[in-house]
């Protein structure tokens, strides 16, 4: 059984149809890139695969579990799938170190020592070790994404969920999250990831979709997506980022 | 001029009779409104929360305890308590604790709007973030938001400080003997220096409101730095 | 005439047990309810008179505080200040109780032969309030950006016309509901005026109250009174925001 499944998805925002009938399937370890012009859904979508937003056909199942099910404790779901937004979203009144060691000790009641250990060796491993006593304002935009995901990998999830990590960000900094990206990538984790990043597509995605409002518009591994798109809206799209 | 009559009674104004009798005047002022706020805030704190609740029995009661309150006068709500509480508790409530209750209900109300604004007006990214790595609704509140939140608000409790420090001056109007009651006691009995009791006493508020403005005012200033913003 | 004294209690037969009867068609007809028609009518009166002198004077103090003019300046954020920090009841005493020791004899002797009580409360109510609005009328001008002033000089408006025709409109938007929320302020503390005897609602609802011991109708209809007032007026304070203030984001 794959990772997620997601089968004929449906949101509406009051009348406005945001998804209209979204089927995807996620195996474990695969990275999947989604990309599309904004105001698609994309954000919308992953969104739904922690239930960040609510959503009104359709099923998702998450390692074997329909996420809806009145017997999924939503709290635990959410500790399995990591997410890291476009805006960082650190907590600006805690430290760093704080930060990340928050929803082990709170919600996985980990022992105060060992979440630290934790978390200095997740910033360690995303190159911001030295800084772990700063206050997220101290820090640069580039540091505060990837002390986010860290904060993310502290729950030890199955599943990461990025939305337009690097759209923030100052170009010079774009790689250093990137890196630690491609290293989760290639570390095997579940990733998906909403990004028009095509370089780190092509590197690690193992698929990339394009959506266009509100569907799946078309799915290919990357070279194929890139070298030879079928749709002329895909070709559209892509003729205006690369 | 007569400010010989303030200076010989200004010990009055400032704690009563005390020790020989009750304590009252401006330390009595102090009393009631350092109980008022304190009960308050834990009023307002917990409506302020149901007001934003998503379910409709929490925020509905609380939208109209608020609204209520807001729209009514203090004085009347004074006199509601005054008038009520005998008919409720079925004996006589001492006058003291009745003013506390009234404040309380009355200072609770904004105390919540307060809290309600303040928790709005943190970017949704935090509690996003924070239920994202699954901490609970309560313990996104309790970790994440509202350490934020309230620190963005105590400018704002300051100034509802003030303004219940000026509103204890109700009381007098029940017969509670706090700095403004004592001062009509004096000008009732003197008769002679209005003008010169009032103007004394007027001052007598202004410093401690004035401090504590000015206080909120620096407060705002510094919170300005360490704050969550939407980019 | 209550002068100053506190409020009585129901006396102890009024004290409404199990047994008290609910006499609506009494404070809602008759004699009573012209009595709480003419306290409402009073309410109005000095609360209109009360909000146009203070908007009045609120402007002056807040074109005091933003001239360059030090002297006048600290003079206007005095008066803000001052009486903002002080209780709007001693207040009122102040100016009952204490003006006439410092009033010229030909005033006082006027206002003794008129309605004493009324003019000291719209005095006491317009000085309270002017300081209010004076703050907000002088940060709401505070709150559009420099850059506002510097963009409409740049295209070639002189500084009147870039007052006249992008600054004042945009600080009027902002400043009105503030201003809303002042006078509804003002009304609910026109209640205060009742201890200097001036007859308004509350008043009247307590009059009735010693007169028929049917205190809780009369307080019901008076709260109700000021309830009604203040759902309209936040009411149009909402609609005003959702039309205008969303116009405005810098
Ligand atoms: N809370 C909401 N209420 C109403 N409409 C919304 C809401 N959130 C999003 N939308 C609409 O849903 C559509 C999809 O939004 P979504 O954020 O998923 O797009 P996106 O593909 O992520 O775009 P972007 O690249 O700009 O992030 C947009 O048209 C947006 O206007
Ligand atoms: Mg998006």
């Known amino acids: 059984m794959a990772m997620i499944e997601v089968n004929k998805l449906h949101k509406w925002y009051g009348d406005f149809h945001v998804l209209q009938g979204i089927s995807e399937n996620v195996e474990k370890g695969e990275v999947l890139v989604i990309c599309g012009p904004s105001g698609s859904g994309k954000s919308t979508f992953i969104r739904c695969i922690n239930r960040l937003e609510d959503y009104q056909k359709g099923t998702v199942f998450f390692d074997g579990k329909d996420i809806h099910d009145k017997g999924v404790d939503i709290n635990k779901l959410r500790a399995e799938i990591g997410i890291v937004f476009q805006q960082f979203n650190l907590y600006p009144h805690l430290t760093v170190l704080k930060n990340v060691t928050l929803a082990p000790i709170k919600v996985k009641n980990a022992p105060r020592e060992e979440a630290e250990k934790l978390a200095l060796s997740l910033l360690e491993r995303v190159g911001i070790h030295d800084q772990a006593h700063k206050y997220p304002a101290e820090l640069s935009g580039g540091q505060q994404q990837r002390v986010a995901i860290a904060r993310s990998l502290a729950m030890k999830p199955k599943v990461m969920l990025f939305d337009e990590p690097t759209s923030a960000l100052d170009p010079e900094m774009i790689n250093e999250v990137l890196n630690v990206m491609k290293d989760l990538a290639r570390e095997g984790m579940t990733m998906l990831c909403v990004t028009h990043e095509m370089g780190f597509a092509r590197e690690v995605a193992d698929r990339v979709i394009f959506m266009d409002g509100g569907v799946v518009v078309e799915q290919a591994p990357p070279d194929e997506f890139f070298s030879n798109p079928t749709h002329e809206r895909t070709k559209a799209f892509l003729k205006e980022i690369l | 001029m007569r400010f010989d009559v303030v200076f010989k009674n200004f010990d009055y104004f400032l704690w009563g009779a005390f020790p020989e009798g009750p304590l009252g005047g401006l330390a009595m002022t102090i009393i009631l ?39 009514t006068p203090l004085l009347l709500l004074i006199f509601w308590f005054y008038f009520l509480a005998p008919v409720i508790v079925g004996y006589s409530v001492p006058e003291l604790q009745t003013t506390v209750v009234a404040l309380v209900v009355f200072t609770g109300a904004y105390i919540a709007e307060i809290v309600r604004a303040g928790i709005m007006a943190l970017p949704k990214g935090q509690m996003e973030a924070a239920r994202g790595t699954g901490l609970s609704h309560f313990q996104a509140m309790r970790y994440v938001i509202l350490p934020q939140s309230l620190r963005n608000m105590i400018p704002s409790f300051v100034n509802q400080f003030v303004s219940l420090t ?38 007598m508020y202004f410093v401690i409101c004035y401090c504590l403005t000015s206080y909120s005012r620096r407060l705002e200033k510094q919170l300005s730095r360490y704050q969550a913003r939407d980019r | 005439m209550n002068w100053g004294a506190p409020l009585a209690r129901p006396s102890k037969e009024t004290e409404p ?234």
Not at chain 2, 44 to 56: A, I, T, V
Not at chain 3, 144 to 172: C, D, H, M, T, W
């Open chain 3, 17 to 250: 047990a199990l047994n008290y009867q609910f006499d609506w068609q009494l404070v809602l007809s008759g004699e009573y309810a012209q009595w709480l028609t003419d306290g409402v009518l009073v309410t109005l009166e000095i609360s209109a008179v009360s909000l146009l002198l203070s908007l009045l004077l609120g402007t002056i103090v807040a074109v005091m505080r933003m001239t360059r003019f030090k002297p006048l300046e600290w003079l206007g954020l005095a008066y803000t200040e001052f009486f903002r920090n002080t209780p709007l009841l001693v207040q009122i005493y102040f100016w009952y109780f204490g003006s006439s020791q410092v009033l010229p004899d030909v005033i006082n002797k006027w206002l003794y032969a008129h309605d004493f009580e009324f003019a000291a409360g719209v005095i006491s109510l317009t000085v309270y309030t002017s300081a209010f609005i004076a703050e907000e009328i002088r940060s709401g001008i505070f709150s559009i950006p420099k850059n506002q002033l510097e963009a409409s000089r740049a295209i070639g408006l002189s500084f009147i016309q870039a007052y006249r025709y992008v600054i004042l409109p945009q600080a009027f938007r902002i400043i009105i509901p503030p201003l809303i929320s002042q006078a509804l302020n003002l009304i609910k503390n026109s209640s205060l005026v009742m201890v200097i005897g001036v007859m308004d609602i509350f008043y009247m609802a307590k009059q009735i109250e010693s007169y028929s011991f049917h205190g809780f109708e009369a307080f019901t209809v008076a709260t109700l009174i000021y309830l009604s007032i203040s759902l309209v007026v936040s009411l149009c304070i909402n609609l005003y925001d959702k039309h205008y203030l969303r116009q405005i984001s810098y």
């Open chain 2, 33 to 71: 409104a350092a109980v008022s706020i304190f009960l308050a805030f834990w009023v307002g704190l917990g409506f302020g929360l149901m007001r934003n609740s998503k379910k409709p029995w929490l925020r509905y009661p609380a939208m109209v305890y608020v609204e209520l309150v807001r729209g």
């Open chain 2, 166 to 203: 000026k509103d204890t001056s109700l009381a007098s109007t029940i017969g509670v003997l706090e700095l403004t009651r004592c001062a009509e006691q004096v000008s009732n009995r003197t008769l002679n220096a209005p003008m010169e009791i009032y103007v004394t006493i007027l001052i």
